[in-house]
Antibody, heavy 116, light 111 residues
Framework: QVQLVESGGGVVQSGGSLRLSCAAS????????MHWVRQAPGKGLEWVAL????????YYGDSAKGRFSISRDNSENTLYLQMSSLTAEDTAVYYC?????????WGQGTLVTVSS | IAMTQTPLSLSVTPGLPASISCRSS???????????LHWYLQKPGQPPQLLMY???NRFSGVPDRFSGSGSGTDFTLKISRVEAEDVGVYYC?????????FGGGTKVEIK
């Protein structure tokens, strides 16, 4: 069965950096584009970034441009999100999601809390 | 593409129907001929789970009391007979064009 397990969240000071990971299993990881989506406490869903299956192209939402970097290691079936210059507005649960067009599976999420 | 959902919340008697509307600021018909409008349910404390994809296709394991319809910019999710397990927040999402965008959510509660 498809499993996506995020890790790497935690409390970080404003201006700091964090790297999130998403370990994938149960499907052929290197054939699927992957997203990061986040959800601030009590708020709706916000798309963060997309990476193509082979890592050739990467796309970012406005809030992530210039500060976040999405990457993947297909040999390790792992997706990453490197985040820097974090602010309180980045406090959220970060989900990885499988599939460019139809994100059919999501991980349980990892909570990032940016403290000032 | 901006996505607007209505209503913001619904309180439904079990066994009765419910309907949620989603409107996009531009057509979601992709140049390839498909419409990438999907519906998710987020139950309390859980990640979103896919209910319907490409407007009207039920995802694996989704009960047939859920149905989706619409085209272009106007879409609807219907629950024919609401059950207690249907509580949560429903989101529409478009993936026709990046950035992916979501509706603001509709919270469904049971009376």
């Amino acid at each position: 069965q498809v499993q996506l397990v995020e890790s790497g969240g935690g409390v970080v000071q404003s201006g700091g950096s964090l790297r999130l990971s998403c370990a994938a299993s149960g499907f052929t990881f290197n054939t699927y584009d992957m997203h990061w989506v986040r959800q601030a406490p009590g708020k709706g869903l916000e798309w963060v970034a997309l990476i193509r299956s082979d890592g050739s192209n990467k796309y970012y939402g406005d809030s992530a441009k210039g500060r976040f970097s999405i990457s993947r290691d297909n040999s390790e079936n792992t997706l990453y999100l490197q985040m820097s210059s974090l602010t309180a507005e980045d406090t959220a649960v970060y989900y990885c999601a499988k599939g460019r067009w139809m994100s059919d599976y999501w991980g349980q999420g990892t909570l990032v809390t940016v403290s000032s | 593409i901006a996505m607007t959902q209505t209503p913001l919340s619904l309180s439904v008697t079990p066994g009765l129907p419910a309907s949620i509307s989603c409107r996009s600021s531009q057509s979601l018909l992709h140049s390839g001929g498909r419409t990438y409008l999907h519906w998710y349910l987020q139950k309390p404390g859980q990640p979103p789970q896919l209910l319907m994809y490409e407007v009207s296709n039920r995802f694996s394991g989704v009960p047939d009391r859920f149905s989706g319809s619409g085209s272009g910019t106007d879409f609807t999710l219907k629950i024919s007979r609401v059950e207690a397990e249907d509580v949560g927040v429903y989101y529409c999402m478009q993936s026709t064009q990046l950035p992916l965008t979501f509706g603001g959510g509709t919270k469904v509660e049971i009376k």
